[in-house]
């Protein structure tokens, strides 16, 4: 990304972040509002695919697909993991209530039971994180696939505050974070190519 757009990209991504916060009672209630069966067995049905370890064999099983983007396998799992190191450091520095702990909107029980766990802290969202991280090294290696990824990545992130388990701005946060963390990842991979040389070592014959 040229510096320019790195500079949109950081204006936006503020502006973003700083109204989420302003609107977040409001927001989460709001979407609230629109909660129906349909909508509730799809985002349900999302919330189950979009596991992390879902998520991790999946787009494992796509960069094996092709051999010339087995390189990347390691890069890519090393951001999976750095997202969920993070997620739980800040999780644990911030202890942002959940929306429906504070009582501003109501909670499956079956998504509440899930939540009373060491991940019971809303800020940042670890889900957001995870979907958003993969997404630069899936806009380099698979251009065509990453905007059904992004529609994807959108609608989970999404789903957390239907169901009232994070505010906007968790997953606004949570999103950026992760982009950010894939971005690293991919440049310390241009500049040292760990994850190739570990790859070529392990699996390539001289």
Not at 132 to 146: A, D, E, G, V
Request: charge should be positive; charged fraction near 15%.
């Amino acid at each position: 990304m040229k510096r320019k757009n790195w500079l949109k990209f950081g204006i936006l991504s503020l502006l973003a972040i700083i109204i989420s916060f302003y609107f977040d009672s409001v927001l989460v209630y709001g979407i609230s509002l629109l909660r129906n069966k349909i909508l509730t067995d799809f985002f349900l049905g999302l919330t189950f695919i979009s596991s992390s370890v879902i998520i991790f064999f999946f787009l494992t099983s796509l960069f094996l697909w092709k051999e010339h983007k087995r390189k990347w396998i390691l890069p890519l799992w090393f951001t999976l993991g750095l997202s969920a190191i993070v997620s739980f450091v800040l999780k644990f520095i911030i202890q942002r209530p959940r929306p429906f702990q504070l009582g501003l909107v109501s909670i499956l029980p079956v998504l509440e039971e899930a939540s009373q766990s060491v991940w019971n802290f809303a800020f940042p969202s670890f889900h957001a994180m995870l979907v958003f991280c993969s997404i630069p090294i899936l806009s380099k290696q698979f251009p065509k696939f990453k905007y059904v990824w992004i529609t994807f990545a959108s609608l989970v992130a999404f789903s957390r505050v239907y169901f009232g388990l994070h505010f906007v701005s968790d997953i606004i946060c949570g999103g950026i974070i992760g982009y950010l963390l894939g971005v690293i990842v991919i440049k310390l991979e241009k500049e040292h190519k760990i994850g190739e040389k570990v790859y070529n070592k392990l699996f390539k014959k001289n």
